[in-house]
């Protein structure tokens, strides 16, 4: 089976614009999981998508939002950005059944903030 | 509210040695663990987790982590590390408090010398 994959791999904006990524799960897994990853924060959940609704989310501003499509396929948008939402993205995806599910993770979108 | 406290950002070791990264979790309920490990440029893959049962759980690799509910520790360890293992090693907590909502512990870089 195909991992999974995110695109772009690398994005450069400046402050003010907004941005959307995009990930692919694999094939079957109906749920996608988003999380940030900074040197100082580490890893923070960003929001999980399963079945096209959000069914969890983090503590992350309204400027980050996401959505999920009828093949499971989830972007991610930030508007407004700003210098400090540099960071790699990093998303998830599972069966979406329980807790007890393996999240595999695509290789990240790097976005630098200018 | 689910944290994990991973005691180490740093770990040297030489090659053929063993190893030992220590994480501690805080939960109100029963817990589901994970460790992760990324390598550098690309997201991240599960070595090995705990759901129930046995409290030494085998992963790939040559790893394996020991859950000690007492101690609320989950321990990752390797009796002989390779240049190969040289990542960065996250710790992993779920609880009740949703389906795919991971936390992740601020990380552990593995750094085997020659």
């Known amino acids: 089976k195909a991992g999974v994959t995110q695109t772009p791999r690398y994005l450069i904006k400046t402050r003010g614009q907004q941005v959307t990524l995009s990930c692919s799960p694999i094939?079957?897994?109906?749920?996608v999981s988003w999380y940030q990853q900074t040197p100082g924060q580490g890893l923070q959940f960003l929001f999980e998508?399963?079945?096209?609704?959000?069914?969890n989310k983090g503590n992350f501003p309204g400027r980050f939002s996401g959505r999920q499509f009828s093949n499971s396929r989830s972007e991610m948008n930030v508007s407004t950005l700003e210098l400090g939402d540099s960071a790699l993205y990093l998303c998830?995806?599972?069966?979406?059944?329980?807790?007890?599910?393996?999240?595999?993770f695509g290789p990240g979108t790097r976005l630098t903030v200018l | 509210a689910q944290s994990v406290t991973q005691l180490d950002s740093q770990v040297p070791v030489f090659e053929e040695a063993p190893v030992e990264l220590r994480c501690n979790y805080s939960?109100?309920?029963?817990?589901?663990l994970f460790w992760y490990v990324q390598y550098p440029n690309q997201g991240l893959q599960l070595l090995l987790k705990?759901?129930?049962?046995?409290?030494l759980v085998k992963g790939i690799n040559g790893f394996e982590a020991e859950f000690n509910k007492s101690q609320t520790s989950f321990h990752l360890r390797k009796p002989s590390v390779h240049i190969s293992d040289t990542a960065e090693y996250f710790c992993?907590?779920?609880?009740?408090?949703?389906?795919?909502?991971?936390?992740f512990g601020t990380g552990t870089k593995l750094q085997v010398i020659p």
């Open positions: 998830a995806s599972s069966l979406g059944t329980g807790r007890t599910d393996t999240q595999y």
């Open positions: 094939s079957g897994h109906r749920s």
């Open positions: 998508y399963f079945s096209e609704t959000q069914r």
């Open positions: 939960s109100s309920v029963s817990v589901y």
């Open positions: 705990y759901l129930s049962g046995s409290t």
């Open positions: 992993a907590v779920s609880d009740s408090g949703g389906y795919q909502k991971v936390t």
